[in-house]
C-alpha cells in the first residue's frame, strides 16, 4: 500500500479527473488524499457545466496545513491533471520540490506522475496558453508523464505521426519514464499504449473501441502509478493497467460515463490478456 496525492479537476457526476483517478487508486489498495484545481457539476462534453475554480491561494493552504500535519510526510507519490490557474502550477511545483528533497534525505522513494492535460487531436489546444507554457516546467519535473500525441508533440516541439517520431519525441524530453496513450498501433482496429524508458521500448496493443465516454486518460495514470508502484516493474505494470483500462472502455461502450463502479473487479487483473511487444532502439 501506498500514499498519493491527487491535483486535479473533481466533478459530482462522473468519471473524469480526480473522480477517476481517486477511487481506482484506492480499489487497488492504496490511500489517497485528493484535492481538486477545480470543481464541475459534470463533465463540459454533457453541455455547460456549473465550474468553480479552487483559489490558489486556498489550495496552498490546504496543502500546507496538510504538511503541518505531518499527514503528508509519507506521501509516496504525486499524481496530477488539469489544472485551472496558473498559480496552482506553482504551488504544485514547490510541493513536489520540497516532498522529492524530504525523501531524498529520509531515504524513501517518491514518484512524481504528471498527466499533462493540454488537448487532443481534434480540438488542439484547451487550455489558456498560461497553463500551456507552466505545463511545460511543471512536467520537467516528472519521473513518468502520461500524455497524448498531441500533448507529447506540444510539449516536446516534434511531431508524432508515427512509432518513430512519437519515440523521438519521448526521448527528447528526458523523462524517466513517459507512457504515449493513444499512440500509433501496430495495425488497424487496435489501440496502443507506449512506455518508453531510458534504455527499452514497449507497446501493448489493445482492441479499439468507438464511442468511449471521457475520462480513460485519468484512469490509465492512475492504473499505472497504482501497478507500478506495488511491483516497481514498468512493462508488467503497463500489461495490468492496458488489460484494466481496456475491460472498463469495453464494459462502457455507448455509456455517458465510464461503468467504474459497476465493473471495478477488472480494475486488477490476475494476468494480462495482452502481450507486450518490446520495441527495437
Not at 108 to 135: K, Q, W
Not at 150 to 165: N, R
Not at 239 to 253: E, G, H, K, N, P
Request: with cysteine.
Amino acid at each position: 500500500m501506498a500514499n498519493i496525492l491527487c491535483l486535479s479537476s473533481q466533478v459530482a457526476r462522473g468519471h473524469v479527473g480526480n473522480s477517476a483517478a481517486v477511487f481506482t487508486a484506492q480499489r487497488l489498495g492504496h490511500e489517497v488524499m485528493a484535492l481538486p484545481t477545480t470543481l464541475l457539476s459534470h463533465h463540459p462534453g454533457h453541455g455547460k457545466p456549473a465550474v468553480q475554480v479552487t483559489d490558489p491561494g486556498f489550495l496552498e493552504a490546504a496543502l500546507s496545513s496538510l504538511e503541518e500535519k505531518g499527514w503528508l510526510a509519507d506521501c509516496d507519490a504525486v499524481l496530477t491533471g488539469y489544472f485551472a490557474h496558473p498559480e496552482q502550477l506553482d504551488i504544485a511545483a514547490s510541493f513536489i520540490a520540497r516532498r522529492r528533497k524530504e525523501a531524498a534525505t529520509n531515504k524513501r522513494p517518491f514518484l512524481y506522475l504528471c498527466d499533462p492535460i493540454l488537448g487532443d487531436e481534434d480540438t488542439g489546444l484547451y487550455v489558456p496558453e498560461n497553463i500551456a507554457s507552466g505545463m511545460r516546467a511543471l512536467s520537467a519535473l516528472a519521473d513518468i508523464l502520461t500524455p497524448n500525441p498531441f500533448e507529447l508533440s506540444h510539449l516536446a516541439g516534434l511531431p508524432c505521426e508515427d512509432m518513430a517520431q512519437t519515440r523521438a519525441a519521448a526521448y527528447a524530453l528526458e523523462t524517466p519514464y513517459v507512457l504515449a496513450t493513444s499512440a500509433p498501433p501496430p495495425e488497424p482496429g487496435l489501440a496502443a499504449s507506449v512506455l518508453v524508458a531510458p534504455s527499452h521500448a514497449w507497446r501493448c496493443s489493445t482492441p479499439f473501441i468507438e464511442d468511449v465516454p471521457k475520462g480513460t486518460g485519468d484512469l490509465m495514470s492512475a492504473l499505472f502509478l497504482s501497478h507500478f508502484l506495488e511491483t516497481n516493474k514498468p512493462a508488467h505494470s503497463l500489461a495490468l493497467a492496458s488489460d484494466a483500462a481496456a475491460a472498463i472502455i469495453a464494459a462502457s461502450r455507448g455509456a455517458e460515463e465510464l461503468r467504474l463502479i459497476a465493473h471495478q473487479e477488472v480494475l486488477r487483473p490476475k494476468t494480462p490478456r495482452f502481450e507486450l511487444e518490446e520495441l527495437q532502439p
